[in-house]
């Protein structure tokens, strides 16, 4: 996870804690290096005809040392020439989004006065509250197709972890650190935005493949094969759900409404989450009532929703 960070450095950041972790072993290294030459140096001096050598293992650090920058130097020129502007562009599969936020609060100094631990739990929070998108980030390599948000939960998340992010900001970022952070937070904004309008996951691609076809109505079958045909009939309902531009801005204004609700602290996070879910499954749902649509669209979404509560939990 090579690129360049707010000063302008090349350098591979891999976390704050991370980072305290190399710094440490460097450090140690560097002085099991010191106190080996001066042993060797006060055996050369008292004549005994001793040879200043290099152990193996210092000899494997510093030509791995070596190695990382030139793979660093590499790896940045390749990103300095496919990505530009905003910070985000160069995560995926290989670096998460939470390290842009972390890298950015280290170089000003955030996590300095912290114990580990605390750095720690910063950074955990960072990365519970992107993890969302992340899911969604990249070429797919680490997707579970399985597990991964819909389209409608993509759209539910983002403005879930902007919202926690702007939280997370106020209450643990010094005053004076909030300008650049929320600069990165518009910029995640703009990044993911473009991500979730094409998001689909496999059960999205199904419905919509679904709504073209006839509708199974076999008789006399099994409660195996009828349970089949309901759960079809339902996804190709969802499949031919549509909604205008003003549903859509209204559907968003629903979600920030429960977001300033929870915030402010006018109900439990539990309680603002199960709106949260009744709200994106009404909507995915196109209004209808039909139960074996409302299952379903609660079946593939609850995961989503729980990992949201998780975050938001804490936070709070």
């Known amino acids: 996870m090579v690129y360049i960070n707010s000063s302008g450095t090349k350098e591979m950041f891999t976390g704050a804690y991370a980072k305290r ?9 560097a002085e099991s290096q010191k106190t080996e030459q001066k042993r060797e140096s006060f ?6 005809g001793a040879t ?5 293992e210092s000899k494997e650090f510093l030509e791995g040392v070596a190695e990382r920058k030139a793979a660093q130097q590499a790896a940045m020129k390749a990103v300095q020439e496919e990505y530009s502007g905003n910070a985000f562009a160069g995560t995926g599969d290989f670096k998460q989004q939470y390290l842009v936020f972390s890298e950015r609060l280290y170089d000003d100094g955030f996590y300095d006065n912290m114990s580990d631990d605390e750095v720690q739990k910063m950074e955990g929070m960072l990365k519970s509250i992107t993890s969302g998108m992340d899911s969604i980030n990249g070429s797919g390599l680490n997707v579970n197709r399985e597990t991964e948000m819909s389209h409608e939960a993509a759209k539910l998340d983002l403005i ?5 992010l702007n939280y997370f900001t106020e209450k643990f970022v010094p005053e004076e650190m909030r300008e650049s952070f929320k600069t990165l937070i518009n910029q995640y904004e703009e990044y993911n935005s473009a991500k979730v309008s094409v998001h689909k996951n496999i059960y999205d691609m199904r419905d919509e493949s679904m709504k073209r076809i006839s509708a199974p109505n076999a008789v006399n079958v099994s409660e195996m094969v009828k349970k089949t045909q309901e759960e079809t009939k339902a996804s190709m309902e969802i499949g031919k759900v549509s909604h205008t531009s003003e549903e ?8 920030q409404t429960l977001f300033d609700s ?3 602290r006018r ?5 603002i989450f199960d709106e949260l879910k009744n709200t994106l499954i009404d909507y995915a749902a196109g209004g209808s009532k039909n139960a074996n649509v409302l299952a379903l669209l609660n079946a593939r979404n609850t995961g989503s929703i729980n990992n949201m509560l998780d975050y938001w939990s804490k936070l709070l």
């Open 43 to 48: 055996q050369d001096y008292k004549g005994e």
């Open 262 to 264: 929870l915030i402010a």
């Open 21 to 29: 972790v190399e710094q440490r072993n460097s450090r140690a290294m």
């Open 160 to 164: 879930s972890s902007v919202n926690a």
């Open 248 to 255: 859509e801005a209204k559907n968003k204004q629903d979600y």
């Open 52 to 56: 200043v050598t290099i152990s193996e």
């Open 267 to 271: 109900s439990s996070a539990n309680n």
